[in-house]
């Protein structure tokens, strides 16, 4: 039980679809993450919010928008994917953004798969 | 650029100990994390160092050393429930953390 909870598990859409990811973290953390994960490469980090607002952007195509209305819940919102896009999308949190020893806790993702 | 690399893939044998090394290139250093990931699971939070040494958690140790840019995960005592992802990330001078692509350790009887 790791305290994030992420919504659904799995995910199966087409290109016009759209649809969106949820994620919770139930433990009082102030930043929460979105990450891609693809088989046998790094973590991708895609946003970051701390405190409700975004503080960084990796070059995600607009095609995903996330949103943080309070500080334990985070959503990514799906539109017009593409096939390139399947993957596995973590949610994490961690007590404060910029702490050296801040540990992010991770929820069991969501696998995506784009038809 | 930053870099992380570890080996894609170890196998041991139960009861062994493995060493799982991660070395790095990064713009700055704030600490290095490793992770257990399961397969279809979350990424669990193993262990930390942000000083030269060797950290032991029970029969999982972490060393570093920053001079080196290399860090090794020591795991004694393999059990069959060792199997899976092992994940190096290094925090860099913007406290963003940057990922290996992790290795998969495979435990036999």
């Known amino acids: 039980e790791t305290g994030v909870t992420q919504t659904p598990r799995h995910l199966v859409m087409g290109m016009t679809n759209k649809k969106s990811l949820k994620c919770e973290q139930h433990?009082?953390?102030?930043?929460m993450y979105w990450y891609k994960q693809s088989a046998k490469k790094p973590l991708e980090l895609m946003f970051v919010y701390s405190l409700e607002e975004r503080v960084e952007n990796n070059s995600v195509p607009s095609r995903f928008s996330p949103e943080c209305p309070n500080s334990s819940h985070l959503f990514l919102h799906l539109h017009t994917l593409q096939p390139e896009d399947s993957a596995l999308y973590l949610c994490a949190s961690s007590q404060d953004r910029g702490g050296g020893a801040d540990t992010q806790y991770f929820g069991p993702g969501t696998r995506l798969t784009v038809l | 650029g930053q870099n992380i690399d570890q080996p894609t893939e170890m196998t041991a044998t139960e009861g062994a100990i493995v060493q799982i090394n991660c070395t790095y290139q990064t713009s700055g250093f704030n600490g290095l994390f490793w992770y257990q990931q399961h397969a279809g699971e979350a990424p669990t939070f193993l262990s930390y160092n942000v000083l030269d040494g060797l950290e032991e958690k029970g029969r999982f140790s972490s060393f570093l050393s920053r001079s080196k840019g290399y860090s090794y995960l020591l795991l004694k005592e393999l059990q069959m429930k060792d199997s899976a992802s092992y994940l190096c990330a290094v925090m860099d001078s913007n406290y963003q953390l940057i990922w290996g692509a992790g290795t998969k350790l495979i435990i036999k009887p």
């Open positions: 433990l009082g953390h102030n930043a």
